[in-house]
C-alpha cells in the first residue's frame, strides 16, 4: 500500500503535506502509511485514491494492497444489469447519425458504433474488422485506415500521445502491448506526408481523410462517464467525429442518403 501511494503521489507530483491538507489528514500519518508504519483505514484508502484521482480500476488494486476487498465491480457490458447503459449508449450513437460516433473500452475495443462509422471504414482489410475491432488498430494498421488520412504522422502522433498518457496512469501489461504493437507498424504508402491542405480549425487538429476522391474533415470529441462506480463503465469512451466544414457535413448526408 505505501509503496503504491508514494508511486501515484509522485505521479502526481504531489508533496505528503499537500496530501493529507487535501485529504483532512497530516503529513506525519501519509508518511507513516508510505513507510508502513501505519494501516490507512478503508475510507482513508478510497479518500487519498479521490485526491490523487486514481483511476477506478487502480483504486481496487490499491484496496487489495491495504488488505481490502475491491470495492468498485467489474460488470460485464452485455451483463442485464447493463440492458439501460447500452440503450442509452445506442440511442447517443444514433443521433449522431451520419456523422461517425463509436463506443471503446479501456484497450480500445469497439463496443457498440453507428452507421456513420462506415465512411471511416471503407476499404479497410476485412480481416481488421473481425470481432473483437480495435480502434487503434483499425486507425493505424496499414491495411486499415492508415493509407486513407492526409496526414497521417500528425494523427498517428496524437494517438500514441493519448496511449502514453494512458499508460502513465495505470499498470497495463495488455496496453502497453497493444503500444508495442502499433508502434511496430510500416508506414502506410503516402504516410510520409503530412500536409494537410485546405483550411482548418485554430483551435484542435483534425482527422484528414479521404473518401470516394474527396478528403473529409473531422474534429475527434470524446465523452466518459461521470463519478462512475463499476470499472467497466469508468473505462468506456464515446468518441464522436464532427465535421470540420461545411462541406464535410454535407458529404456525409449524401452519403447517407
Do not use: C, K
Not at 500500500?1 to 507530483?13: A, I, P, S
Not at 505528503?16 to 503529513?27: G, I, N, P, V, W
Request: proline share 9%; glycine share 6%; charged share 25%.
Amino acid at each position: 500500500m505505501g509503496t503504491l501511494l508514494r508511486e501515484w503521489r509522485d505521479r502526481r507530483r504531489i508533496s505528503q503535506l499537500e496530501l493529507a491538507l487535501r485529504a483532512d489528514s497530516s503529513a506525519r500519518h501519509i508518511s507513516f502509511i508510505e513507510t508502513g508504519r501505519a494501516r490507512p483505514s478503508q475510507e482513508m484508502v478510497l479518500r487519498l485514491a479521490e485526491h490523487l484521482d486514481i483511476p477506478v480500476r487502480e483504486r481496487n488494486a490499491l484496496l487489495i494492497s491495504a488488505g481490502y476487498a475491491p470495492a468498485f465491480p467489474e460488470t460485464p457490458l452485455d451483463d442485464p444489469s447493463m440492458s439501460a447503459l447500452r440503450a442509452g449508449m445506442e440511442r447517443l450513437l444514433t443521433g449522431y447519425d451520419p456523422y461517425p460516433a463509436l463506443v471503446v473500452d479501456g484497450m480500445y475495443h469497439v463496443q457498440a458504433a453507428n452507421q456513420g462509422v462506415g465512411v471511416l471504414l471503407e476499404g479497410v482489410d476485412p480481416a481488421l474488422l473481425e470481432p473483437p475491432l480495435n480502434a487503434m488498430r483499425i486507425t493505424l494498421h496499414p491495411r486499415g485506415m492508415a493509407p486513407r488520412i492526409r496526414n497521417f504522422l500528425e494523427w498517428r502522433e496524437h494517438l500514441f500521445a493519448q496511449l502514453d498518457r494512458q499508460l502513465a496512469l495505470m499498470r497495463s501489461a495488455p496496453l502497453r502491448a497493444l503500444h508495442d504493437e502499433l508502434r511496430s507498424y510500416p508506414l502506410p504508402d503516402g504516410g510520409r506526408e503530412t500536409a494537410a491542405g485546405g483550411d482548418h480549425p485554430p483551435f484542435a487538429l483534425p482527422l484528414l481523410i479521404e473518401h470516394r476522391g474527396r478528403t473529409l474533415s473531422f474534429l475527434s470529441t470524446i465523452a466518459t462517464f461521470n463519478t462512475p462506480m463499476d470499472v467497466t463503465v469508468s473505462e468506456l469512451a464515446l468518441e464522436a467525429f464532427l465535421p470540420a466544414d461545411p462541406e464535410t457535413a454535407e458529404h456525409l448526408r449524401n452519403v447517407a442518403g
